[in-house]
């Protein structure tokens, strides 16, 4: 994992730089940026914003604007954990080993924090005067498409429901496809978007992505009930707690560990298909696959 | 104000059904949907939309593209609307004479229709195949810089800033140019935009639009006084109760209404500035100040 691991020594500085640049700048009530930066600051893996990047370096594209695209996928992602951690939501007093933004700031502040990055996104993928108004507007729309009701939100809808009833594998499935899939499939596809990939890269693109989307939320899943909250940096053991609809309570843990196994698997062959280097695609997904946090 | 109520009759139908077709397409939820849609049903003067409809009908622009920024921005209003009333911010039980969103669907659906909302509206305005690349991401970055943290979020931080100290006239005139007036000045600017007005006329309306916002915003605040609960659709005296800082609070009723007339006059003085028939903006301008509700 040699060139994962460099990766993302070099890229993450740069990602959270651009991240803090673009709401340091803003002319805005300083306790609304506080609030704001402080959940962006929490950390995190960054995982989507390097998902930018490394399908960018995988077309050989340099432009600095994917750090902008980065930016924004990252915004959205903190604000719908913002609004996920509120007491009318999920809940949760603990994000990151860290007070959750309603913790700290209270949850009006933290609403509007979430409302605030949401829209400080579109406003960064509209004004990005180096990409051609075409590329800019797709992105946009995918964006819009990727992160509301059609996608993260419809998801999060989705969710809930799960909460109260026990999902079939096939509603699981559509639940994670959008409240977590969606903003994946936005990371991997913007970064074939701005590098103009051919239909057929694309495709493949948005078919990996597909897979290491649910491979993903199915690892979630599992440390839920392997992790401790250390390790998590969030209240381990709550699907259980709360009865909710996961892999491993639909299928068991070894179940769940192979519906893994074969998304990751999935997710490797639909990288084969392009006639470019994957090494660092393929690593990542083998991090998402073993992380343990 | 023959012109103005013709037009109202005759535009508000179609504003409210681009409204309700944009949002019945997506492929979401029905529960989300459903939120969403009862909020943008629940009514309201719809005076956004009319506001761009209104600077177009100015430039005798005919475009059906008119309509979908109109909803635009109507689904921006709405999901702050929704949020607004949230029991950790206003905590209100009735909006426009109707329960609010979150007391017939509960704070998590209220909270994720209103997200929905905010983030349907990007990628409408994303979509609008027949305007020009270059003028869709001028309005996406103003709609951006209008409901975000540098507007509309930030004047509503302002605003609760206002509930716990007394602020003097600039701070509360610089709550209502951000928490109102950015949304105002948005809908009248992207008229100007979308019909491709000249500079001197876009700084004419831009310069109305601060004034109808600011006059739009104190009559509020004085009919909050005046009106009964009834006529307004909300809970009247509100401010009062809350002891919050507003025009009748700071400058008295008679102030208030004296500073009313002042906006008003230089509202009209702009228009006079803009070689075109401007009867119809002049109409909505008297009906802003002398409404009821």
Do not use: W
């Amino acid at each position: 994992m040699t060139n994962f691991k460099q990766f993302i020594d070099a890229q993450v500085p740069k990602i959270e730089n651009e991240l803090y640049h673009q709401v340091g700048k803003i002319e805005a009530p300083e306790q609304l940026k506080d609030s704001m930066l402080y959940s962006l600051k929490a950390g995190g893996k960054r995982i989507r914003p390097l998902f930018v990047l490394a399908v960018c370096e995988m077309f050989n594209n340099k432009q600095q604007e994917a750090y902008t695209i980065g930016a924004a996928v990252e915004m959205i992602h903190t604000y719908s954990l913002i609004h996920d951690d509120l007491p009318s939501m999920d809940n949760d007093d603990l994000r990151r080993g860290k007070p959750t933004n309603h913790k700290v700031y209270g949850e009006a502040l933290a609403t509007l924090a979430g409302d605030a990055l949401n829209t400080l996104c579109f406003g960064l993928l509209a004004r990005m005067e180096n990409v051609p108004a075409e590329i800019r507007l797709e992105l946009i729309n995918l964006m819009s498409i990727a992160a509301g009701a059609e996608g993260m939100v419809g998801g999060q809808v989705l969710d809930m429901d799960g909460e109260s009833r026990q999902l079939n594998l096939a509603e699981l499935e559509n639940v994670h496809v959008n409240k977590t899939g969606a903003l994946l499939r936005f990371s991997i596809e913007s970064g074939a978007v701005l590098s103009n990939a051919e239909k057929d890269q694309r495709d493949a693109l948005v078919e990996y992505a597909h897979h290491v989307g649910l491979a993903f939320q199915i690892q979630d899943d599992i440390l839920d009930i392997l992790g401790t909250s250390e390790q998590l940096g969030k209240t381990a053991g709550k699907d259980i707690e709360s009865n909710k609809s996961t892999y491993p309570a639909l299928l068991t843990l070894e179940g769940a560990g192979q519906k893994l196994s074969e998304h990751y698997e999935l997710a490797l062959a639909a990288l084969s298909k392009i006639q470019l280097d994957t090494t660092l695609l393929r690593e990542i997904t083998e991090y998402i696959v073993h992380r343990n946090h």
